[in-house]
């Protein structure tokens, strides 16, 4: 047997791994969805300035991607964003809404809408550890 190491993998190779890793797993769990989905902020001439990008899979739904400008902080708009991504994964009948942040970014903003710690991956280096943060359902 040999390993390979590399750099560059064609997605065909990523198929040959999840393949027959999925077979395997759906003996031993009910087949799961993969639903992607987007929020966009638009400006009046419909430029998208940011938004929140996520995907439903495994019963939770999780947000991959927040961003709101500067410019617009401050306003609601990022509290609203995770407030219809909520609402989705509610009307989904998720579990709940997960997701990490650097503690560079967001996690107290997360934690003033209910979301609760559940790990914590440091990297070296002053407010660079990766918050793993979930908000349940029940």
Not at 49 to 57: A, E, H, P, V
Not at 66 to 71: A, K
Not at 117 to 131: A, D, I, N, Q
Request: glycine fraction near 10%.
């Amino acid at each position: 047997m040999i390993i390979e190491y590399c750099a560059a993998p064609r997605p065909e190779e990523r198929e040959a791994i999840l393949r027959p890793l999925v077979e395997f797993n759906r003996h031993a769990a009910p087949p799961s969805r993969s639903e992607p989905f987007a929020f966009f902020l638009k400006n009046e001439r419909g430029e998208t300035l940011g938004g929140l990008w996520g995907d439903i899979f495994h019963e939770w739904l999780y947000v991959d991607l927040l961003y709101v400008p500067e410019t617009l902080r401050g306003g609601g708009q990022g509290a609203e964003l995770m407030r219809r991504a909520e609402a989705l994964a509610r009307e989904k009948g998720c579990a709940g809404v997960w997701l990490y942040t650097f503690g560079f970014q967001a996690p107290d903003f997360y934690r003033r809408l209910g979301y609760e710690c559940f790990g914590e991956l440091p990297v070296p280096g002053e407010h660079r550890t990766r918050y793993f943060l979930k908000k349940p359902f029940a």
